[in-house]
Protein backbone atom coordinates (compact mmCIF):
# COMPACT_ATOMS: atom_id res chain seq x y z
CA UNK A 1 0.00 0.00 0.00
CA UNK A 2 2.84 2.10 0.94
CA UNK A 3 6.09 1.95 -0.69
CA UNK A 4 9.63 3.70 -0.36
CA UNK A 5 12.15 3.62 -3.57
CA UNK A 6 15.37 3.99 -3.43
CA UNK A 7 17.77 5.49 -6.17
CA UNK A 8 21.14 7.13 -6.77
CA UNK A 9 23.72 4.44 -5.41
CA UNK A 10 26.54 3.25 -7.07
CA UNK A 11 30.57 2.56 -7.05
CA UNK A 12 32.76 6.36 -6.54
CA UNK A 13 36.04 6.75 -5.99
CA UNK A 14 36.98 8.12 -2.36
CA UNK A 15 36.43 11.75 -2.44
CA UNK A 16 34.06 11.55 -4.76
CA UNK A 17 29.88 12.44 -4.58
CA UNK A 18 27.06 10.67 -4.48
CA UNK A 19 23.17 11.79 -4.33
CA UNK A 20 20.70 9.21 -3.46
CA UNK A 21 16.76 9.80 -3.63
CA UNK A 22 13.71 8.28 -2.23
CA UNK A 23 10.63 8.46 -2.77
CA UNK A 24 7.05 7.36 -1.70
CA UNK A 25 3.80 6.22 -3.38
CA UNK A 26 0.70 4.96 -2.36
CA UNK A 27 -2.34 5.97 0.09
CA UNK A 28 -1.46 8.16 2.63
CA UNK A 29 -2.24 11.41 4.29
CA UNK A 30 1.66 12.85 4.70
CA UNK A 31 4.86 12.05 5.76
CA UNK A 32 6.23 13.37 9.62
CA UNK A 33 9.86 12.20 9.06
CA UNK A 34 11.95 10.93 6.37
CA UNK A 35 15.64 9.90 6.72
CA UNK A 36 18.37 7.76 5.92
CA UNK A 37 19.97 4.94 7.92
CA UNK A 38 22.79 2.93 6.54
CA UNK A 39 24.27 -1.16 7.19
CA UNK A 40 27.28 -2.41 6.05
CA UNK A 41 27.60 -6.41 6.38
CA UNK A 42 28.09 -7.55 9.97
CA UNK A 43 27.15 -3.90 11.33
CA UNK A 44 24.26 -2.47 12.83
CA UNK A 45 21.75 -0.13 10.97
CA UNK A 46 22.99 3.06 12.08
CA UNK A 47 21.52 6.68 11.44
CA UNK A 48 22.60 8.83 8.29
CA UNK A 49 20.34 11.52 8.57
CA UNK A 50 16.48 12.49 9.49
CA UNK A 51 14.82 15.45 8.21
CA UNK A 52 11.04 16.34 9.69
CA UNK A 53 8.46 18.29 7.52
CA UNK A 54 8.79 21.55 8.78
CA UNK A 55 12.55 21.13 8.23
CA UNK A 56 14.55 20.50 11.44
CA UNK A 57 17.22 18.17 10.49
CA UNK A 58 19.80 15.12 12.45
CA UNK A 59 22.74 13.89 11.29
CA UNK A 60 24.67 11.09 12.62
CA UNK A 61 28.62 12.12 13.96
CA UNK A 62 30.27 10.49 11.31
CA UNK A 63 28.54 12.21 8.54
CA UNK A 64 28.19 15.78 9.70
CA UNK A 65 29.74 18.15 7.00
CA UNK A 66 30.03 16.06 4.24
CA UNK A 67 26.38 14.46 3.90
CA UNK A 68 23.02 16.82 3.40
CA UNK A 69 19.61 15.63 3.46
CA UNK A 70 16.52 17.77 2.21
CA UNK A 71 12.87 16.57 1.00
CA UNK A 72 10.45 17.89 -1.32
CA UNK A 73 7.12 17.60 0.69
CA UNK A 74 5.62 18.34 -2.68
CA UNK A 75 7.11 15.29 -4.62
CA UNK A 76 7.23 12.75 -1.05
CA UNK A 77 10.63 12.42 -2.24
CA UNK A 78 14.06 12.56 0.38
CA UNK A 79 17.55 13.29 -0.70
CA UNK A 80 20.67 12.65 0.41
CA UNK A 81 23.24 14.80 -1.06
CA UNK A 82 27.17 12.45 -0.10
CA UNK A 83 30.42 14.71 -0.46
CA UNK A 84 33.55 13.60 0.32
CA UNK A 85 33.10 10.09 0.72
CA UNK A 86 35.30 7.92 2.55
CA UNK A 87 35.74 3.98 2.19
CA UNK A 88 33.92 3.90 5.53
CA UNK A 89 30.85 4.73 3.86
CA UNK A 90 30.55 1.43 1.75
CA UNK A 91 27.04 0.05 3.01
CA UNK A 92 23.52 -0.40 1.76
CA UNK A 93 21.80 2.77 2.43
CA UNK A 94 18.09 2.49 3.50
CA UNK A 95 15.11 4.82 3.23
CA UNK A 96 13.12 5.37 6.03
CA UNK A 97 9.20 7.51 6.62
CA UNK A 98 7.09 7.91 9.17
CA UNK A 99 3.89 7.79 6.95
CA UNK A 100 0.27 8.78 8.38
CA UNK A 101 -2.33 6.51 6.71
CA UNK A 102 -5.34 8.38 8.80
CA UNK A 103 -5.59 11.40 11.25
CA UNK A 104 -6.69 9.37 14.05
CA UNK A 105 -3.77 6.17 13.50
CA UNK A 106 -0.23 6.75 14.49
CA UNK A 107 1.95 6.34 11.56
CA UNK A 108 3.77 3.59 10.38
CA UNK A 109 7.42 3.18 10.54
CA UNK A 110 8.44 2.22 6.78
CA UNK A 111 11.67 1.08 5.43
CA UNK A 112 12.47 0.93 1.21
CA UNK A 113 14.69 -2.09 0.31
CA UNK A 114 17.48 -0.12 -0.03
CA UNK A 115 20.56 0.99 -2.88
CA UNK A 116 24.25 -0.35 -2.86
CA UNK A 117 27.19 2.64 -1.82
CA UNK A 118 30.80 1.59 -3.06
CA UNK A 119 33.64 4.25 -2.11
CA UNK A 120 37.12 2.79 -3.22
CA UNK A 121 40.25 3.67 -1.99
Known sequence: Q???VESGGGLVQAGGSLRLSCAASGHFLSIDVMGWYRQAPGNQRDLVATI???GTTEYGDSVKG???I???NAKNT???EMNSLKPDDTAVYYCNAAIRTTTWQQPLNSWGQGTQVTVSS
Open 78 to 80: VYL
Open 66 to 68: RFT
Open 70 to 72: SRD
Open 52 to 54: FSE
Open 2 to 4: VQL
